[in-house]
């Protein structure tokens, strides 16, 4: 069963999420996890088709590019590139003069180094979530649209859930997988969970001056946007908010903040007509920036969570959950080891953040 009040998923952070599936990471693990994405996203009309009837996703498969302006960011990108050309991943290095010959459009004469991976891709975020409910319910799972009020807790072993109605599911296992409402949860449990919700304000404009056929566009002096539709969406955090969930997004905070920096990297930017804007949430993690996943220490070891993927939480969560069904029916990784994001490091204050 999946416990879900939203089953439209009008406020789900994946439905609302850039969507992108990259291998442009530092740790292995993280790539490893973008890899299985890609594989299984790319065969998504046949595994998630219901009745013989393949599953409808739109993917964009347009590459990555991000772009260092300052010496320590070329540190980490020259790190994190030797980690991703071990790992089989096909990513190309830029100088300024070679990234203006691929992108024209690019003002690139503060650019230091480029990493460019042209496999990589963005997925329709609300048809995949929509597509996977359509999936798992015509292979039995039931959906109840309910909120889970507590827990039925007997010593090491969670028997169920309370729902708000007072009504009961029990269960040998369950999956908190809620993003930023997870720690909400495991606070009933009595788990402490650095993760909060990171407000995201996104927004999309067009502009009738010819660019690049670009892919997603990282400039890590903290402004990105990619292609969507006849235009592009640029997002913009909001750390002041942290630990709250704001769905209203601010008009202000692109004309001040995203304009600026949009058009310095992409002049052609400099006429733009901002048509929608919306809120997300990234479900952060403040104690490394990594998913937090499988049983906490001391607590039930049958109630497992996935949850501050911080931005990843879409490309990784096939990968997730294949690693969750692992840990009911083998009670082990099988297909990736991905010990490295136990919740034990939190309880022994062993951050390992992602440079990438």
């Known amino acids: 069963a999946i416990v879900e009040p939203d089953p439209a998923y009008t406020h789900a952070a994946s439905a609302r999420s850039n969507a992108g599936v990259r291998v442009q990471f530092s740790q292995e693990q993280s790539i490893w996890m973008s890899q299985f994405g890609h594989e299984f996203y790319a065969n998504f009309p046949q595994l998630m088709a219901v009745d013989g009837t393949p599953a409808e996703l739109t993917l964009n498969r347009r590459g990555y590019l991000l772009m260092a302006t300052k010496p320590g960011q070329v540190a980490d990108m020259q790190a994190n590139l030797a980690v991703q050309h071990a790992e089989g991943c096909n990513v190309v290095v830029h100088d300024a003069d070679s990234l203006g010959r691929l992108f024209p459009s690019l003002a690139t004469h503060d650019v230091l180094m480029?990493?460019?991976?042209?496999?990589?891709?963005?997925?329709?975020?609300?048809?995949?979530?929509?597509?996977?409910?359509?999936?798992?319910?015509?292979?039995?799972?039931?959906?109840?649209?309910?909120?889970?009020?507590?827990?039925?807790?007997?010593?090491?072993?969670?028997?169920?859930?309370?729902?708000?109605?007072?009504?009961?599911?029990?269960?040998?296992?369950?999956?908190?997988?809620?993003?930023?409402?997870?720690?909400?949860?495991?606070?009933?449990?009595?788990?402490?969970?650095p993760v909060k919700p990171l407000p995201i304000m996104a927004y999309y404009f067009e502009t009738r001056m010819e660019v690049d056929a670009f892919g997603v566009t990282i400039d890590l002096e903290r402004i990105s946007f990619r292609p969507e539709g006849r235009g592009f969406i640029s997002i913009n955090h909001r750390p002041?908010?942290?630990?709250?969930?704001?769905?209203?997004?601010?008009?202000?905070?692109?004309?001040?903040?995203?304009?600026?920096?949009?058009?310095?990297?992409?002049?052609?930017?400099?006429a733009l007509k901002v048509m929608q804007s919306y809120c997300c949430h990234y479900a952060m993690n403040y104690f490394d920036g990594n998913v937090?996943?499988?049983?906490?220490?001391?607590?039930?070891?049958?109630?497992?969570?996935?949850?501050?993927?911080?931005?990843?939480?879409?490309?990784?969560?096939?990968?997730?959950?294949?690693?969750?069904?692992?840990?009911?029916?083998?009670?082990?990784?099988?297909?990736?080891?991905?010990?490295?994001?136990?919740?034990?490091?939190?309880?022994?204050n062993r951050p390992d953040p992602e440079r990438g």
């Not at 709250?244 to 990297?265: D, G, I, K, S």
């Not at 996943?293 to 490309?315: C, E, M, R």
């Open 114 to 193: 480029a990493t460019h991976s042209p496999d990589d891709m963005w997925i329709d975020p609300y048809g995949a979530v929509t597509a996977m409910l359509r999936k798992v319910r015509a292979m039995g799972v039931e959906l109840v649209r309910s909120r889970v009020a507590d827990f039925v807790v007997d010593g090491r072993v969670m028997r169920g859930v309370m729902l708000e109605d007072s009504s009961r599911i029990d269960a040998d296992w369950i999956v908190n997988c809620t993003g930023a409402w997870a720690p909400a949860l495991c606070a009933k449990v009595g788990i402490e969970v």
């Open 240 to 270: 002041e908010l942290s630990g709250t969930f704001c769905w209203e997004p601010v008009a202000e905070l692109f004309e001040e903040h995203n304009w600026p920096r949009l058009a310095h990297r992409v002049p052609a930017f400099e």
């Open 292 to 348: 937090l996943l499988g049983a906490w220490p001391g607590k039930p070891d049958n109630f497992l969570i996935a949850t501050g993927a911080s931005g990843h939480g879409l490309q990784h969560a096939p990968a997730s959950g294949r690693a969750l069904a692992e840990l009911i029916l083998d009670r082990q990784f099988v297909s990736l080891d991905l010990s490295r994001f136990g919740c034990d490091r939190v309880d022994e």
